[in-house]
């Protein structure tokens, strides 16, 4: 990589706009930064950073901005970059954050960063603008990150001063900055992990083999325990055998006395469910023979009840035609009703309707006249559109007159507009020139009078400065021949001063080292403090954890045991909870056969119902058989009974009298209501049989008590699963004790390791403090301290460079106002004045022409428009003759319709109304003539209807109409004899069927049941299979449940052995790669060697400098010890010595004077950079700067080290040394040289 132009603005502490070209100083070889103490020259690196990477090195990266403070509130920053990198010319541009102004308003708005990337390939070609892609793309070429690329091409040697005094720790936070160990950190971290993995396995395969032990003992119970004489620990699965056999062996004992028991309970069922029936066939036989005699006095109401039904059918087949009697009456009555009420005289319906006639023939003579009638309204409407438009058509004609009468005056006046505005346009050039003459006399004066006001501030801002400089040091001004206000007289001063103050600076290192000292001191006795209340906290926790951990685990132990006692409650609970159901079902079912019971009854009473309809439907079709034949009586045919073909007086038929369909429904019905009650029987016995059963299941327990009894299996079952949820916590707990039991002894050996790593630190430290307060001692003279004197004698330079820069502004600010003084002659408010009269002129003229094409618009419209209303006014002449023509002639055909239509209506308003009224009357008429002749007719068919009723009357046996009408009965009042009727006979045939039963018979005749004892025998017999079944199914559960832990059991051992064998493997590997193990002499972490190995190579590439550099007396040598001040194991492996050849000893580089620092850091550097450079690829850097330090060299090896630069510069590198060193100035001629004032620094190039 190599830099060719670098631009600054508004960037650190340049406010313009600076430009460094690269090339003119590279053209050297060797060129020198210099400035004084906080002028930029850092900030030119600074710059080359943020170009590459978007941000800067070191902590001037968490500075709140980049931007310079001295700039122009709108002016941003940015760097300009132009390099090759790889063989590409980029040019790279970066505006970093920063707080602008806002556009509209008060306060700041924050612009974002940008970048843009270009490539030269024949002209400049844009790459990317996106911010990740330029990080990417230019960190790919450069094959390296900001950390790297500063320490290479940039070489901060002061950072490395301190990296060769520092401690191995502080090497290691360097060193893996510049090169990525990640990959070992993370094989440690692995390893270590992997042990901790393996460790836990191990001990919870260790914990399953107890937990499965455990489980099999609470599984067992303490009595099959005693009979097993095996130790589960020493050998678990043969105490598993044992335990497993005689577990068998109880659950085949368990077994046979249950099948023994069961047989007794069965032949104990058999005797009492034989009792029980025998006793209910003798209840019923009971109750049957006392219904008997109640039936027997309800034979008279039977009677009674067959007589009222019998009159009830016969009326109602005399009912039809006593109906109709009264429907034809009541019709006769309404029609001569109706008739009465149309008022029509003595005329008759022939007369009527002649009238009738007459008003329908006017009615259409009326309707011809209706299009006239619409044609008159269509006539009234358009006379008042043609009124309308005829008033619109006067109007107009006014408006145009009077438009007419302004417009050639406006036209007039459009076109004087127009010409003054064209002369304004020509004449407009004349008055931008005249403008432009008086801004530039302005200019010239207010620059003459702006450089006679710098002028002023420069001459006292001068003798200021070297007031204040005779102030604060008054021994400059003894000299009497040396003038103070010479530039080179401060130049002589302000260099004395810089190096007395970079020799001071030298010992800051030293200082700052004390200081280090002191608060490592400080740092360790508070550690050590802080370890030894560790060493307390972790043996008093050492001393509680194995109690706590062997509480925990049997409180496990006990936990399984009663956990293993669920199933056995499960079964209890499960036949408690069978038995509570079944008292359930047997009240549920004695409700549900109580109903089942009243549906019988319910459907043998519809069956009986059904029956009787049956056979009534059936007589009476025979009854009307008659009226049946003669429906089918075709005249002209003969009869199917007598062969005649004549049928003078056919029989006719009752409305309601049933036919074939009739009888076919009411069998229907009827073999529907048997099915019923034959389903009813059915279910009453499913239901009985049912609740038989549920009672025997219940065991004759109340529901309450078998609820109760259920209630506390539960409760206990439930107690038991609320103690297997905490197995979980409680197993979890003992894990967790054991973890803290082993981390607590892994604790306890860190601390006292670290408590006699920190007492050995201690005492090398301080022998190191003593060394360092008797150097400064020496080196701080008269001061107070070495920093207040190389403050005092800083300062002192910062203010004769200051003074020096006021004499040359002063003199450059004189040069200046001399040039330009006698340019111009006018005071400001002359030539202010002069500007102000040529602006208002300029101001009217381009007012004036600007309006030109809008006046000639103008003038172009209004002409348009006096011809266009001439044209209007014609036309508009024309369409209003027209227009009353047309209403005139509107107006007379109008006026002859109106007659004609008026004649027409007579006294009625319109045709419409006179056609309705006419049409009203005719309607009347003709419903007078039709209510006399339906008045008539109705009063023939109410005597016919009469003459029939009574006849049918007579035939049935009733003496008249009215004693055939009182027999009628409803159909509800049939209904509610027949069923008292059918309930009498049926209950009395069924109870008589009842009574003839064998059985009941038979149980009538046997002596009663001891249904008590046998209930009470039964109800052992059920207890103690119970019992003897709950035992059986305890001991089979047991044994599978022994079975399945045995399993487990056994995988539990066999998945054990190769745990613990891994996991001492990894302990081993662990150990070895975190630098712990015995097998590791140095106590070397695998990260840390591989940083050392890193480590040996830059020193290997830094004493190929440092031979040349030091004459051949130094050479830095690895030391993998662990470094003095090093206090963790990290720091082991990094030691750094310097060899000495004049002694043969090696020695600790803080030992090392301030030039022999310098120049071993400087190698150390270059070493670095050389490997850095090799590890990103080999990315060759054209450019290479080196920051401060050569002010503690002396002049042979200040010789010494630019030899070694200009050997740097072999292939076409640049070097640019970073210094204020005065030496180097004569030594270097190639320059930058970065000034520095109250308004920000400059830059100026040397070539």
Known sequence: MRLHRLRISAFGSFPGVEEVDFDTLGAAGLFLIHGPTGAGKTTVLDAVCCALYGVVPGLRNSARTLRCDHAPPNRGPEVLLEATIRGRRLRIRRSPAWLRPKLRGQGMVTENAKVIVEEFKDDWVGLTTRI??????????????????????????????????????????????????????????????????TGRAEESLRAQVHAAVNQMRGAAGSALLAETALDPDSDPLG????????????????????????????SARARHDQARALAERRHRHADAVLRRDELESTAEERADLETLLAEAAAADRVLPLILQHDHRTA????????????????????????????????????????PEEARLALLRTARTEAASELLSLEKTEHEINDRLAVLPDDLQEAELRRTASHHAATTLPLAESAHEAAESTLNKVRHRDSLARSLTQAQANQRAL???????????????????SSESTLAQWERRCREEAARLQELSAEEARLGVVRDELRSLRSEGERFGRAEAEVGARLAELPGEFAAATAELGELRSRVAEIPAVEARCLAARGRFDAALRREELADELAEAEEVRRAATDEAQVMLDRLLAVRQARIDGMAAELAASLVAGEACVVCGSEAHPAPAESFADAPGAEDEEAAQADSDGAQSAREAAESRVATVASRLESAADQADGLPVGDAEAAWTAEEDVLSGLRALAATEEDLAARVETLRGELESARERAEEVRRALAELRAEEAALLGEQDRIVARLD????????????????????????????????????????????????????AAVQARTDAGLELARVRMTAAREPADAREVSQLTAELADLENRARQNAIDLASARTRAEQIAADENRLAEIIKTACGDDPTLAARMARLAIEADRLRAASAALRSAASAEAERETAHEAAVRA?????????????????????????????????????????????????????????????????????????????????????RHDHLTALSADLATAVKRRVPAEAAHLLARRMAELANGTSTDNQWDMALSAYVLGERLRQVVDAANDRLTHMSGGRYLLQYDKRRSAASRTRSGGGLGLRVLDAWTGIDRDPATLSGGESFITSLALALGLADVVTAEAGGTDIGTLFVDEGFGTLDEETLDDVIDILDSLRQGGRAVGVISHVPELRTRIPTQLHVRKSRTGSTLTTHA
């Open 953 to 1037: 009357a007579l035939d049935a046996g009733f003496r008249g109409i009215e004693d055939a009408r009182a027999a009628v009965r409803t159909g509800a009042e049939r209904t509610i004899m027949t069923d008292r009727l059918n309930a009498l006979r049926d209950e009395h045939a069924a109870i008589t069927a009842l009574l003839s039963d064998p059985e009941l018979l038979a149980a009538a005749a046997e002596p009663p049941p001891d249904l008590a004892r046998l209930t009470e025998e039964r109800e052992q017999a059920e207890h103690e299979h119970e019992d003897r079944t709950s035992t059986r199914d305890q001991a089979r559960h």
């Open 331 to 370: 019709l006769a009555r309404a029609a001569i009703a109706q008739a009465e009420a149309v008022q029509v005289g003595d005329v008759g319906p022939e007369e009527l309707a002649v009238l009738e006639q007459d008003y329908r023939d006017e009615i259409a003579r009326l309707n011809q006249l209706e």
């Open 132 to 197: 990740d892609e330029a990080g990417d793309l230019i960190g790919g070429l450069l094959g390296m990150n900001l950390d790297q690329f500063a320490q290479v091409a940039m070489l901060p040697q002061g950072e490395f001063a301190r990296f060769l005094r520092a401690d191995g720790d502080d090497r290691r936070k360097l060193l893996e900055r510049l090169f990525s160990v990640r990959l070992f950190t993370g094989v440690e971290k692995w390893l270590a992990d992997h042990r901790r993995e």
């Open 239 to 266: 105490w598993s055998a044992a335990l497993l056999a005689a577990a068998d062996s109880a659950a085949r004992d368990s077994a046979q006395a249950c099948t023994a028991s069961e047989a007794t309970l069965e």
């Open 778 to 829: 020496e080196a701080r003279g008269d001061d107070a301290s070495v920093a207040e004197r190389r403050t005092r004698i800083a300062g002192e330079a910062d203010l004769i460079s200051a003074a020096a820069d006021a004499v040359a502004g002063a003199a450059n600010a004189q040069a200046a106002y001399d040039a330009v003084r006698d340019t111009v002659d006018l005071t400001e408010e």
């Open 466 to 484: 070297l007031l204040a400089l005779e102030q604060a040091a008054p021994h400059l001004f003894h000299d009497p021949d040396q003038v103070p």
